[in-house]
């Protein structure tokens, strides 16, 4: 019986068998569906890979061997001027490189350099892991190859994704199969950037520590290498500390690879970086400005590529003539009698001919010879035309229209005046012309009396009263002094700053004459106002725009517009001040003696104290041209030297070689200027009766001549006196309408205007009526400036001189004297 019952219970386990994991449908519908979507996913990478492998396969392997292309400059009519290497690259063969360097290079950035195919699979790992456990990005995996393949073709991995990784690894790839390691090398350093301006090992060697790559030892080394990763932050001339923990770090990571030993380690870790002196290299003063502008403009690191077209403003012929003109009339004030300095010459001599009986080399001293620089400037858009900062860039790099700040003297005058004529002041108020004491300004000492160096010349005189326009005209500094300080100093000093000039001004009153130092770059832009009609334009450069190797434009100046800083007609009574001062003023030798062809030019010498600092700013309706010269360590040029003799001839020249390019017109008096006539004895405004009688040119005549002159003013302006002078004599003439300084209560005549009042009936009867009251003639009545005024006609026929109203007077008959014998 147990045994029947121990039978049936096998046949009951036989009957309930389990069904197998791989024969259930559930399973098999979900394997189906993995090795499909593996499948599609496989054929989708691979597609994926290929079209990338193919894309790697496109790229130039020549590119890898091209290093950089010198950029060309070119003038503003497509003349090249000029190349210029934006990068500071010297190649260098692998041999040449030491053993110690290539051991820091892979062991900081590829320490399986010499055995992956170009891409780093275990470093790619590695990285994971690290990155993983740090929660954060903190090492790459990207092989020396990967970033050769990088610095070829910056333009086409500028966008960091995957698709472009993926297309890095299979280019470095290619480029191991088609160079060989040391190549691979070779190119790498010779391209790569390692701060502070610096291409490639060799100049990356010389620059931080001044010797030949062949030269430098394990800790130099490993600065450099130290830098790689981040150049301009881990550069030891931007950041000494974070480079120092740079190095350090490749230290560690050549003891961990065997490269040096424990003790080398440890006393390398505590030694300071040492770098050396930086040294300039370049070859011209625009050249120089316009790489720094490129680098500005695209960055340091596309700048660096090379090959691009760089258009400039510079007019060639202009800048040409502008370099030879100043070295050569510099010479000229160099061979001076009274000049007593180093000349250019013995400067030259020195450098050329060293002494014979030095036992070692002399460091080159700096020149001490007379300096000077030059700037043109287009009033419309702001483009430097010319730019000179000094007589020798090989001598000094210094540049010294954009850098050197010296007291602009009286060049300075200008803007004094263009404030005063924005304050209800026009060029015909009155100012005294009298010695003024020099504790006003104290300027040179604070005792005496101010001297009268603007006039450019030798002998000073007083006129007792003069117009502003003859001040500014005849560059008189007490007159100036006089206006500025009714005015107020901080008036000026605003107007200045709205010009452009960024400098700092004196807080004493001694800036109405220039003792503020600026720079000729700031002085040249603030003139502009002149001849802008009150702006000057907001967008001062030189690169006009920057085509890549590609024939991309990648930079391309904008024009910002201009800024107001005074009224139109403020800026055309400036001007017409400044177009006497040439004609007739401290400038008048630029037509007659150096041969300016240009009649609508207006400008304004400018000597500073002492005769250390010579100026000369000037313009025409296109350009604006400023001219400056003096030592870089400020000192007297020689006692009586002015700047029309020195550099307006400079000017002179510039601006008629720049006729060429940018034709001068008149500057036109703008519609709320308006044209009054002043009578000459009282400084007001004529009337019918402002004539005098004086001595004719034939014998015995008399004549009578209109004692007037014609000035501008704003329309609209406060200035309604009229000339009383010649109505009944009982006024004083030219009553200064600035006087002394001591009497604060002095300030402009303001009058309104009023009527004459006419007689209506006789005052005196008589049959002769010998006082015309009767008839009375009637005498000349203000009008409004829109209204026409009627003159009196002239009744004699007989006109003497031109333009004159003369009467003629017959002269009585010979005296009959009798005979007495």
């Not at 497509?78 to 110690?100: F, S």
């Not at 740079?246 to 230290?251: C, F, G, K, Q, T």
């Not at 604070?446 to 005189?461: A, K």
């Not at 008189?476 to 006089?482: E, H």
Request: net charge positive; glycine share 8%.
């Amino acid at each position: 019986m147990p045994q029947i019952l121990r039978m049936n219970y096998h046949k009951g386990n036989t009957l309930k068998k389990r069904t197998k994991l791989y024969q259930k449908r559930w399973f098999q519908i979900s394997l189906l569906v993995i090795l499909i979507g593996t499948a599609i996913g496989l054929t989708y990478g691979i597609s994926f890979l290929n079209v990338r492998q193919a894309q790697a396969q496109l790229f130039d392997l020549n590119a890898i061997s091209k290093l950089e292309v010198p950029s060309r400059i070119y003038d503003r009519d497509g003349i090249e001027i000029g190349q210029i290497k934006i990068e500071d690259r010297r190649p260098v063969r692998l041999e040449a490189v030491p053993y110690h360097l290539i051991q820091a290079l892979t062991a900081v950035e590829d320490s399986r350099f010499f055995e992956h195919n170009g891409v780093d699979f275990i470093g790619i790992a590695r990285a994971v892991i690290l990155n993983l456990k740090a929660k954060r990005i903190t090492q790459g995996a990207s092989t020396i190859t990967q970033q050769l393949a990088k610095q070829c073709y910056p333009v086409e991995f500028r966008t960091r994704d995957i698709n472009n990784k993926i297309i890095e690894a299979f280019l470095a790839n290619r480029i191991e199969n088609s160079f060989t390691k040391p190549e691979i090398l070779e190119h790498y350093l010779n391209r790569i950037y390692f701060g502070s301006g610096y291409f490639g090992i060799e100049s990356a060697a010389r620059g931080y520590f001044g010797k030949s790559v062949a030269d430098i030892n394990v800790l130099e080394a490993a600065t450099i290498c130290g830098l790689i990763k981040n150049p301009s932050r881990l550069s030891p001339r931007n950041n000494r500390e974070l480079s120092l923990k740079a190095r350090n770090h490749v230290l560690n990571r050549m003891y961990k690879e065997k490269m040096i030993t424990e003790s080398e380690l440890s006393t390398f870790i505590n030694l300071p970086i040492q770098l050396a002196q930086i040294k300039g290299e370049q070859n011209s003063y625009v050249q120089e400005m316009v790489r720094l502008q490129v680098i500005e403009q695209i960055g340091i690191e596309n700048a660096g590529k090379g090959g691009l077209k760089i258009n400039t403003t510079i007019d060639n012929e202009t800048q040409r003539v502008a370099i030879q003109s100043l070295y050569r009339n510099l010479a000229k004030t160099e061979n001076h009698p009274e000049f007593k300095h180093q000349t250019y010459a013995d400067y030259q001599e020195k450098e050329i001919s060293p002494d014979p009986l030095a036992l070692t080399k002399k460091k080159i001293q700096t020149p001490d010879y007379l300096q000077g620089a030059v700037i043109m400037i287009e009033n419309a858009t702001g483009g430097i035309v010319a730019l000179v900062g000094g007589r020798n860039f090989k001598h000094s790099q210094f540049n010294r229209a954009l850098q050197s700040k010296r007291p602009t003297g009286t060049a300075f005058k200008p803007f004094v005046y263009a404030a005063a004529f924005s304050e209800n002041y026009f060029p015909g108020s009155i100012i005294k012309d009298s010695p003024i004491d020099n504790r006003s300004v104290a300027i040179g000492g604070s005792t005496g009396i101010l001297g009268e160096w603007g006039s450019e010349s030798d002998t000073v005189t007083y006129k007792g009263t003069i117009t502003a326009r003859e001040a500014l005209v005849e560059s008189k500094n007490s007159a100036t002094v006089r206006i500025g300080k009714k005015i107020g100093r901080t008036k000026v000093v605003d107007l200045v700053q709205k010009a452009g000039i960024r400098s700092p001004m004196d807080e004493y009153d001694k800036t109405l004459l220039g003792s503020s130092s600026t720079n000729l770059y700031e002085v040249c832009r603030a003139f502009t106002i002149f001849p802008n009609g009150g702006q000057t334009a907001n967008n001062m450069h030189i690169i006009s725009s920057i085509i890549s190797p590609k024939g991309e434009t990648i930079f391309k100046s904008k024009n910002d517009g201009q800024n107001r800083v005074i009224n139109r007609a403020t800026a055309y009574q400036v001007h017409s001040c400044l177009k006497d001062s040439l004609s007739k003023g401290t400038g008048r030798e630029a037509f007659g003696k150096h041969g300016l062809r240009d009649e609508h030019a207006a400008g304004k010498t400018g000597t500073a104290y002492n005769f250390t600092d010579h100026w000369f700013i000037g313009y025409n309706s296109a350009v604006t041209c400023g001219v400056w010269a003096g030592f870089d360590k400020p000192k007297t040029i020689y006692r009586g030297a002015f700047s029309k003799d020195t550099i307006m001839p400079v000017w002179v020249d510039t601006m008629n070689t720049s006729l060429k390019s940018f034709p001068s017109k008149p500057i036109k008096q703008p519609s709320d200027v308006l044209t009054i006539e002043i009578c000459k004895k009282s400084g007001l405004r004529a009337t019918d009766t402002c004539y005098e009688e004086m001595v004719g040119e034939a014998e015995g005549t008399r004549k009578i001549i209109r004692t007037t002159y014609k000035e501008i003013i704003h329309k609209g302006s406060d200035f309604h006196s009229y000339c009383q002078y010649h109505a009944n004599g009982n006024e004083q003439i030219r009553k200064p309408i600035i006087n002394d300084l001591t009497n604060s209560t002095n300030r402009p005549q303001i009058v309104s205007s009023i009527d004459a009042v006419f007689l209506s009936s006789p005052t005196v009867i008589g049959k002769t009526d010998p006082y015309s009251s009767l008839e009375p003639v009637l005498k000349a009545r203000p009008v409004d400036e829109k209204e026409t005024p009627l003159k009196a006609t002239p009744v004699t026929p007989n006109i003497l001189g031109s333009g004159e109203q003369p009467i003629q007077i017959t002269p009585p008959e010979p005296l009959k004297i009798p005979d007495i014998d």
